[in-house]
């Protein structure tokens, strides 16, 4: 299309265009030049709107697995607090067998250290993905607003692009 409008902008007076033609030719030369740059920008900006967009969509999920696991290791740190409360009184009352709940509460103390920790991991880990999903939050409306503005101009310039084609087609006919 550039190369077409190249050709007529530049045709020799003596090839009989009139000078409307050649006029609506520059005009559709320069408009179309415009309108290109913009389509394109305005693509671009869709793919990163949409990019950012789904990066948001993807956090918010990630932090609501999180949320999740955070739930269920912390169920999990309970279970193990309690068995070992209930292990501390058994000791208490079974002096005889105290070498095997020794065992008991040593294992039960490592799964609850593990589970801590884990817990702790899985918190920092959460104040993370809650910054990234708060800093994303805030652009979330602008990026929307972006993106659909970035559709519309797009939709305009395909339209004022079809009547300049019809014009065009017009003045051609009337020739």
């Known amino acids: 299309m550039e190369s077409t409008l190249d050709y ?7 090839d009989g265009m009139s000078v409307e033609i050649r006029s609506l030719v520059k005009e559709v030369s320069r408009q179309f030049t415009c309108w290109s740059y913009d389509y ?3 693509g671009e900006k869709i793919e990163f709107t ?6 948001s969509d993807e956090l918010e999920e990630g932090l609501e697995a999180n ?3 955070f739930r ?3 169920y999990l740190e309970n279970e193990l607090c ?6 501390e009184e058994r000791k208490k009352m079974l002096e005889e067998q105290i070498n095997a709940v020794r065992a008991n509460i040593s294992a039960s103390q490592v799964a609850k250290n593990i589970a801590s ?6 918190f920092e880990n959460a104040k993370i993905l809650k910054v990234q ?3 994303l939050r805030e652009q979330v409306h602008c990026l929307r607003d972006e993106h659909e503005l970035a559709k519309k101009i797009q939709a305009n310039i395909r339209d004022e692009w079809s009547k300049l084609g019809e014009k065009f087609s017009n003045i051609a006919d009337k020739s």
């Not at 007529?8 to 003596?14: F, G, K, N």
């Not at 920790?117 to 899985?122: D, N, S, V």
């Open 40 to 42: 394109k920008h305005e």
């Open 117 to 122: 920790h884990t817990k702790r991991e899985i």
């Open 50 to 55: 949409k990019a950012k967009l789904l990066k």
């Open 82 to 87: 309690n068995e070992l409360e209930y292990l």
């Open 8 to 14: 007529l902008t530049h045709l020799p007076s003596e």
């Open 67 to 69: 949320k999740t696991l």
């Open 133 to 135: 999903r708060d800093e």
């Open 72 to 74: 269920e290791v912390k």
